[in-house]
């Protein structure tokens, strides 16, 4: 095994859409997702955000309606046959205008998302061509956790297998530490992966409140693959002892759990084992019978668990 590197990661900037981690160039009119000070094609400091972008585009498109109102008041003065709709034409012209710069601020906003939307239709080619130039940028960090950090930043923007893989393998490479900030369900793939397997099996050690639902289920699809690999049960009975944080999990996933308890360290049993005794009026399945057996055969003396009582009201432990 590669020997894995002590790096801290640095937590990423949180933006409300992921688009606002884009920025054009002005110069050069090249995207990009990171954060460099200039742009990396034409080396001018003209890098703008999206949103800029848009709302001064927005802006623009504001100005030519006052203008074709400003225009149309003109012309309807001009022909006017009588000063009585000269004055008719003006009158309105003006009221129109009010009207306009009344609503102009919400006209304002959602000119700026037509815009923004007409943008990404029309630089679709020109984004990703940027966001494959960021990913070369990234992965040529001679240090992985920088260039998990850049690579994090583009995955924001696209979502496919062939970055989560990446991200994935540079996660793999690293020693990952209770206090950094890392993610998992992003990086689910669709087909089985030993990396992701392995790097599941780590969290479930130190972060075990990042698998849910979803992990779970990659999970039980890939347990007989995942049991395959060198350290394959420790992963099951890992993914298994995060299953017990909650009534919920455990009655989702209770087949799964019947098939590793046997695994789980004494705190996780005893949790899995409060939970089922406490909600005898569950249909727990198999786990029922699984957990029994377990306590007689490993636990029958234990301290720990002679306080545990069937109980008939429902809640979560
Ligand atoms: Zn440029």
């Known amino acids: 095994m590669n020997k894995k590197k002590n790096i801290l990661l640095r937590p990423p900037v949180k933006t409300k859409y992921a688009y606002e981690k884009l920025r054009c160039c002005k110069n050069c009119h090249n995207y990009t997702a990171l954060g460099e000070e ?18 001064r585009a927005a802006k623009r498109s504001l100005r030519s309606d006052l203008l074709l109102i400003l225009l149309l008041t003109l012309i309807s003065i001009v022909f006017s046959p009588t000063f009585q709709f000269i004055a008719i034409s003006a009158a309105s012209g003006i009221a129109l205008m009010i009207l306009f710069l009344v609503v102009r601020r919400k006209a304002l906003e959602s000119r700026i998302s037509i ?3 007409k943008m990404f239709v029309r630089d679709r080619d020109r984004i990703a061509a940027g966001l494959v130039r960021n990913l070369e940028i990234a992965a040529a960090q001679d ?11 583009v995955a924001v923007i696209i979502r496919n297998d062939h970055i989560r893989k ?29 990396e992701l397997a392995s790097y599941i099996g780590e969290l479930a050690k130190i972060k075990r409140e990042l698998i849910k639902d979803r992990t779970f289920q990659y999970v ?4 007989q693959q995942i049991s395959a690999m060198e350290h394959g049960d420790d992963i099951l009975a890992g993914v298994a002892g995060a299953a017990v944080r909650m009534k919920r999990y455990v009655q989702a996933y209770a087949g799964f759990l019947a098939r590793h308890a046997r695994k789980l360290p004494k705190d996780r049993f005893l949790r899995l084992f409060r939970i089922v005794t406490e909600n005898p009026g569950l249909n727990w399945g198999a786990l029922q019978a699984e957990t029994a ?5 490993k636990y029958q003396w234990d301290a720990d668990f002679q306080q545990i009582k069937p109980r008939s009201n429902i809640h979560d432990v």
């Open 38 to 55: 200039k742009c990396t094609v034409c080396g001018k400091s003209a890098l703008l955000p999206v949103q800029d972008l848009a709302r």
């Open 115 to 117: 815009e923004l939307s």
């Open 220 to 223: 039980i699809k890939y347990e």
């Open 293 to 297: 057996r377990i306590y007689e055969e």
């Open 143 to 153: 240090n992985e956790a920088r260039s998990y950090e850049l690579m994090r930043e």
């Open 166 to 194: 990446l991200q994935i393998l540079l996660l793999q490479s690293l020693v990952l530490r209770k206090d950094m900030d890392l993610e998992l369900e992003p990086l689910l793939l669709e087909h089985f992966d030993p």
